[in-house]
């Protein structure tokens, strides 16, 4: 099994390439797994830790200024700017309120791998994705309420309780298995880490666009407007504020850091689950092709951007700046 999870970590791009198209084939067999969801989520976040520099995690820890001021344009600042962009092209109602329910949401899980995979500041995301998924219980609701004037009936106690016992239990698995495995051993192992966040990722994939299937009906027309919209709000966003940080790096003559990358990578990429996960019936309905298809960029990121991320960070260091 090592030699395979190995291979699947130096390719793990590409595996995630297959995990849209198993997706996509497989629609059904996402009914069959969809309990392990909570799991997957617990797993992702342990083999990131692991994997994460804790030094580094505490380091940006120290800088609590700039985590907050990261998360209120993620969180904050972001909602209003889509919300204002959506109807100023006069969006159907159902892609208005879904790109600013995407746009409320925090960080992936996943961006933490996604970032080792793609050499950026994977410990900035982890800090970032663990205390937006923390705070969106008290964020969405109100943001969606002003907003949009959309009710979403969310136990804000219970999700803060839920969303804390995942990332502990995910904290204190990845401190077992350090302290167990060695730090050593895990560095020399980083292709195997990698190979089981992919994997991982793949069935993950297959579960999420399990909708799909309940879409078919909708037309291809309908499925590809839908689709051409969540490429350009993910990889728009990604590439608009990687654009911006490096204008500004270029500015002060300074280079484009693993931390930029870290950022861009986070605003396109967002746990849309989580809100999912507490609409209404009715609105989680008609949100269900959006939520499916905006997988498609999350996916194809890493074998897109990994070319451009190691032109921008040659000669980069990891250290914050």
């Known amino acids: 099994m090592m030699p395979v999870l190995r291979t699947m970590g130096r390719q793990a791009p590409w595996v995630l390439v297959g995990g849209v198209v198993l997706g996509l084939m497989l629609p059904g067999l996402g009914n069959i797994i969809g309990v392990m969801v909570p799991l997957l989520v617990v797993m992702l976040l342990t083999v990131a830790m692991m994997r994460v520099d804790v030094p580094q995690v505490v380091l940006h820890l120290r800088r609590p200024f700039r985590l907050a001021a990261v998360l209120v344009v993620f969180m904050a600042a972001m909602p209003?700017?889509?919300?204002?962009l959506a109807g100023y092209f006069n969006l159907p109602p159902a892609l208005h309120t879904g790109l600013v329910l995407l746009a409320c949401a925090p960080p992936l899980s996943a961006n933490a791998s996604m970032a080792a995979f793609l050499g950026l500041d994977d410990a900035l995301?982890?800090?970032?994705?663990?205390?937006g998924t923390l705070i969106v219980?008290?964020?969405?609701?109100?943001?969606?309420?002003?907003l949009l004037e959309t009710a979403i009936d969310l136990d804000a106690g219970s999700m803060f309780i839920r969303l804390a016992i995942a990332t502990g239990l995910s904290l204190v698995a990845a401190y077992v298995l350090r302290r167990s495995i060695g730090r050593q051993r895990?560095?020399?192992n980083f292709d195997v880490l990698d190979g089981m966040s992919s994997l991982l990722m793949v069935i993950f994939a297959i579960v999420v666009m399990n909708g799909i299937?309940?879409?078919q009906t909708q037309g291809l027309p309908q499925i590809a407007g839908v689709l051409g919209l969540v490429l350009?709000?993910?990889w728009g966003a990604h590439a608009l504020s990687g654009l911006g940080l490096w204008i500004f790096r270029d500015l002060r003559q300074v280079s484009f850091t693993p931390q930029d990358g870290a950022i861009s990578l986070m605003v396109g990429n967002r746990n849309m689950a989580l809100i999912m996960a507490v609409l209404p019936a009715e609105l989680a309905g008609s949100l269900l092709l959006f939520f499916a298809l905006y997988q498609v960029p999350i996916y194809l990121t890493p074998v897109l951007a990994k070319p451009l991320y190691r032109r921008l960070l040659s000669g980069s260091s990891r250290s914050p700046s």
């Open 80 to 84: 209003l700017f889509v919300h204002l």
């Open 125 to 131: 995301v982890l800090n970032v994705m663990v205390v």
């Open 137 to 146: 219980p008290l964020s969405a609701p109100l943001l969606a309420a002003t």
């Open 186 to 188: 895990i560095e020399r």
């Open 213 to 215: 299937a309940v879409t």
């Open 232 to 234: 350009l709000a993910n």
